[in-house]
């Protein structure tokens, strides 16, 4: 039975209909928070998430919401108030900029420009002691030092600036007593990115996983960003680095 430690309180994990956000969603659900669960289009995935929440006891409620506009953030925030009593945990794991349909300003509206007006919009009600974590990737948090594939740099700029921009509200979540951590993870296998960067450059994802030993799987990295939630002894905006960041670091120092 998993420790029950998060139980009483409201989580929002963005992006969580299929992969990381998905699995991620299952395991805070299972200690005990209360989940919304939040998808842009495919209603069907996001519903079958809740199912697998539910029948395994825990609690959650399914939300369309395109977090790139000011009433889906809102309607983020009030979900989870109005379902779970409050809002303690904010996932912040949507990202893109891949989709070709979107234009090209869509990845820093998505990777940053959402990012903040969702954690901006959830400090009006975050209670201190909540925590929100922003997952991102090494080729993103490392690309000022590193260079990544060429399809995949629109996001990894987008995706750093949103780091970026969210450490500079510390002072704000530091005054409310909300606590910021940043997630970074290899390539994850099975992820949408990392089949649309195998379709734009073929290879990419076998010769990451030649360099990094390893790449994870969104279960896995879903237990790494689990195993940072609800920690007390963490920094405020302390990064975790999560397999394979080796070369990244000896090419950083």
């Not at 303690?88 to 990202?95: E, F, H």
């Not at 990012?115 to 929100?132: C, E, F, R, W, Y």
């Not at 948090?141 to 780091?163: C, L, W």
């Amino acid at each position: 039975m998993t420790t029950q430690d998060l139980a009483g309180t409201g989580a929002v994990i963005t992006g969580s209909s299929r992969g990381i956000g998905a699995a991620t969603a299952q395991l805070v659900a299972a200690r005990g928070a209360g989940v919304v669960v939040n998808y842009r289009a495919k209603a069907p995935r996001a519903k079958k998430v809740v199912a697998g929440i539910e029948e395994a006891g825990g609690r959650a409620v399914a939300v369309q919401a395109d977090i790139t506009s000011d009433e889906g953030a809102q309607t983020l925030v009030d979900t989870a108030v109005e379902n779970f009593g409050s809002l303690n945990l904010l996932i912040l794991n949507a990202s893109g900029g891949m989709e070709a349909d979107k234009g090209e300003d869509y990845a820093l509206k998505l990777n940053r420009d959402a990012q903040v007006n969702l954690v901006k919009t959830a400090l009006q009600v975050m209670p201190s002691g909540s925590q929100i974590v922003f997952v991102t990737s090494h080729q993103a948090h490392f690309i000022n030092q590193v260079a990544t594939m060429d399809a995949y740099e629109p996001v990894a700029r987008s995706k750093r600036a949103g780091e970026d921009a969210l450490r500079e509200l510390i002072p704000d979540l530091d005054a409310k007593g909300v606590k910021l951590t940043v997630v970074s993870g290899d390539m994850i296998e099975g992820t949408i990115t990392a089949t649309l960067l195998d379709r734009a450059q073929p290879g990419a994802i076998e010769a990451r996983r030649e360099a990094a030993g390893k790449l994870y799987t969104v279960e896995e990295f879903a237990e790494e960003i689990n195993a940072l939630v609800g920690r007390s002894d963490l920094e405020q905006g302390h990064t975790e680095l999560v397999g394979g960041a080796e070369d990244f670091l000896a090419a950083h120092s």
